[in-house]
């Protein structure tokens, strides 16, 4: 079964400390993963995409790692500031149907 | 800004009401998607339509009644909804697989329906 974790559940950091979040899934075959960051009551934004080529991509404070081997990605904000605090989700796209699986997301909070 | 945009924001009806939500992209995006989301939960997929057909249900109750009029509009038609039917409903267009596109999803801001 198609299956994507996330961990942890929920963290708490300072304002300017940095973070990793850890996303590991079974999807087979693999196609992508996609980590999206959604805020309260809003709609899911997408951070960052990778294929099973790329192990490392970057956008701004956001850098995301995949190692297709293992079936682990990872996504780490550095200097996290108070606009951060949502929920990220990891989502892989595979399976015989190309489908798309959601993780439960990871809710993160930036205290000042 | 997103480019899939949703109406309303807001709704809060009765068991007895009709009503509609909307969605609308401009991408030239063929596969919109209905999902509903609950509070600290991940979106659950309802509809999916590709080229305008209705390709994917999963096995949602018939008081939700998708419509793809055009390839830039879905709406979400509700009728005699109950309470627990409360949640935020997501709207997203991709492009098709085998387009040459990684079939990313773009989300719409969502409609937060209360249910009373």
């Known amino acids: 079964k198609n299956q994507v974790e996330q961990s942890p559940q929920s963290l708490i950091i300072l304002e300017g400390k940095n973070c990793t979040l850890q996303c590991n899934y079974t999807v087979s075959p693999f196609s992508n993963l996609r980590w999206y960051k959604q805020d309260t009551g809003r709609g899911p934004v997408s951070l960052t995409i990778?294929?099973?080529?790329?192990n490392t991509k970057s956008n701004g404070r956001y850098t995301a790692t995949l190692d297709a081997d293992t079936k682990q990605s990872s996504l780490h904000i550095t200097a996290s500031q108070l606009s951060d605090s949502a929920s990220y989700i990891c989502v892989v796209r595979g399976g015989s149907a190309r489908q798309l699986t959601f993780g439960s997301g990871t809710q993160l909070t930036v205290l000042p | 800004d997103t480019e899939v945009t949703q109406t309303p924001k807001h709704l809060v009806m009765g068991m007895t009401n009709k009503k509609s939500l909307k969605c609308e992209q401009h991408m030239g995006h063929r596969a919109m998607y209905w999902y509903k989301q609950k509070a600290k939960k991940p979106p659950e997929l309802m509809f999916v339509y590709s080229y305008e057909k209705l390709s994917i249900n999963e096995s949602v109750p018939s008081r939700f009644s998708p419509e793809c009029p055009n390839s830039s509009l879905l709406n979400l038609h509700l009728h005699a909804l109950q309470p627990e039917d409360s949640a935020l409903y997501l709207c997203a267009s991709s492009q098709l697989q085998g387009a040459g596109g990684t079939g990313e999803l773009f989300f719409g801001e969502g409609s937060r329906l209360t249910v009373l």
């Open positions: 990778m294929t099973f080529s790329e």
